[in-house]
């Protein structure tokens, strides 16, 4: 596997070129897994805005934990995204082998098209434990010169997303939060410097 750049080493302020992506799974967000209703499509076009918005800004290594929802929504963008870009590349971070063994098919089947597409899989646990998710989430956390997650901060904030988005705040991680229910986004951990984001 090839070497990561840790964040920030050897760059400027402000340069990113490494964003993971956390974000809620079906079960926490109001249409579950109803993919077609409109507020689904509205936040799957809400993350492809921001990620497309990296992108022109220089942003071309992406990471995803292909979680169910948000990762796999994201994952499927960056997908698309590089077929116009070849600098674009998809990293997924698998918690541990065999994580989709009791998804519905559908949603198996959409795992297997991002890690075959990936440009690279880093198998955090040979075996699922405990700790597997939260190694992932630490993971994602800290190949990330930026983080966009979409985080509902009332209802989920200790979810995996929100320990996540914690973990990465504590960090000094820069973070774009996208609110599932009202599609507003914020930021964490910006500054004046990094007002090209």
């Known amino acids: 596997m090839r070497r990561v750049t840790p964040s ?11 964003c993971s992506v956390t974000g809620h799974r079906p079960s926490r967000l109001p249409y579950k897994y109803n993919e077609s209703h ?6 799957k076009l809400a993350i492809a805005r921001e990620l497309e ?10 990471y995803t934990g292909c979680a169910q929802g948000v990762d796999t929504w994201a994952g499927e963008c960056v997908l698309e995204m590089m077929k116009i870009d070849g600098d674009i590349r998809l990293h997924c ?25 990936a440009s ?12 597997s998710y939260l190694k992932r989430n630490r993971v994602l956390a800290d190949r990330a ?16 997303t929100g320990y996540t988005v914690g973990y990465a ?5 820069p973070i774009i939060v996208i609110d599932p229910l009202t599609l507003k986004v914020s930021k ?3 500054y004046e410097q990094l007002a090209l984001i």
């Not at 409109?38 to 936040?43: E, R």
């Not at 918690?95 to 795992?111: L, V």
Request: glycine content about 10%; some cysteine.
């Open 120 to 131: 690279d899989i880093e198998l955090v646990s040979g075996q699922y434990s405990d700790e």
């Open 145 to 160: 010169d930026v983080m966009l997650a979409v985080l509902d901060k009332k209802k989920n904030a200790h979810s995996g």
């Open 8 to 18: 920030g080493e050897g760059r400027k302020m402000g340069e990113f070129v490494s």
């Open 38 to 43: 409109p507020d689904c499509a509205a936040l």
């Open 53 to 62: 918005r990296l992108r022109r800004q220089g942003v071309t290594d992406f």
């Open 169 to 173: 705040q504590k960090n000094n991680k």
């Open 188 to 190: 964490i951990n910006f």
């Open 93 to 117: 971070v698998v918690p541990f082998s065999g994580q989709d063994k009791k998804w519905p098919r559908e949603h198996r089947e959409r795992y297997g098209k991002l890690l075959t597409a």
